[in-house]
């Protein structure tokens, strides 16, 4: 009886199992859709926002190279207009080169004043740690004489500049006067 009423009821709990069984099944394809929608909805919004900035370096890089031909077209210009200059008023170039020279005469003043600095730094600092052998004293010795006589020559080197620079300087002022005087008449206001 037991036996009968339990095989009777088999079916039924077979379909029960079965229906529970498709349940879970289904409610698993459901999270699962919706973790794929999610995660697809994210995506998307990935891609718009890459889409965006894409967009943005496009027109960043558009300006950009348009700023560059630009500024190419405006060099090309002032070397141009340099060169009509040039050939104009000679002069001109002539003052580039003193402009030049004293840029470069002012470098020099500047390496000799380090060099004049650090040959005092050296001799300070060899007065202070107070070399005790003799070998280490007369090889700074050679090196501050070494020191002195590069300064020399830098000093005799920035004097010819001077003198240079002084006779450019000259022939530019002359040469002022003259454009002065073409191009106002007889150079008085």
């Known amino acids: 009886m037991f036996v009968d009423t339990v095989t009777e009821m088999l079916p039924f709990l077979a379909l029960g199992i079965l229906g529970v069984a498709t349940l879970s099944v289904a409610v698993g394809a459901l999270r699962s859709s919706r973790r794929g929608e999610v995660l697809g909805e994210d995506r998307l919004e990935?891609?718009?926002?890459?889409?965006?900035?894409?967009?943005?370096?496009?027109?960043?890089?558009?300006t950009l190279t348009e700023e560059l031909e630009l500024e190419r077209r405006e060099r090309l210009e002032a070397q141009r207009?340099?060169?009509r200059?040039?050939?104009?008023?000679?002069?001109?170039?002539?003052?580039?080169?003193?402009?030049?020279v004293g840029e470069?005469?002012?470098?020099?003043?500047?390496g000799r004043l380090h060099n004049h600095r650090e040959r005092q730094r050296l001799a300070k600092e060899l007065e202070h740690v107070g070399l005790a052998?003799?070998?280490?004293?007369?090889e700074a010795r050679r090196e501050v004489e070494r020191l002195e006589r590069e300064v020399q020559k830098l000093e005799g080197l920035v004097a010819s500049w001077?003198?240079?620079?002084?006779?450019?300087?000259?022939?530019?002022?002359?040469?002022k006067k003259g454009l002065?005087?073409?191009?106002?008449?007889?150079g008085s206001l």
Do not use: N
């Not at 470069?104 to 500047?110: D, K, N």
């Open 81 to 83: 207009r340099v060169e």
């Open 162 to 175: 001077e003198e240079l620079w002084e006779e450019r300087g000259e022939a530019s002022k002359a040469s």
């Open 104 to 110: 470069e005469l002012e470098l020099e003043r500047e």
């Open 46 to 62: 990935l891609l718009r926002d890459q889409h965006e900035r894409l967009e943005l370096l496009r027109e960043e890089r558009r």
């Open 85 to 100: 200059l040039t050939r104009e008023h000679p002069h001109l170039e002539l003052e580039r080169e003193l402009q030049r």
């Open 133 to 138: 052998r003799s070998e280490d004293q007369r």
């Open 180 to 186: 002065w005087a073409a191009f106002f008449g007889d």
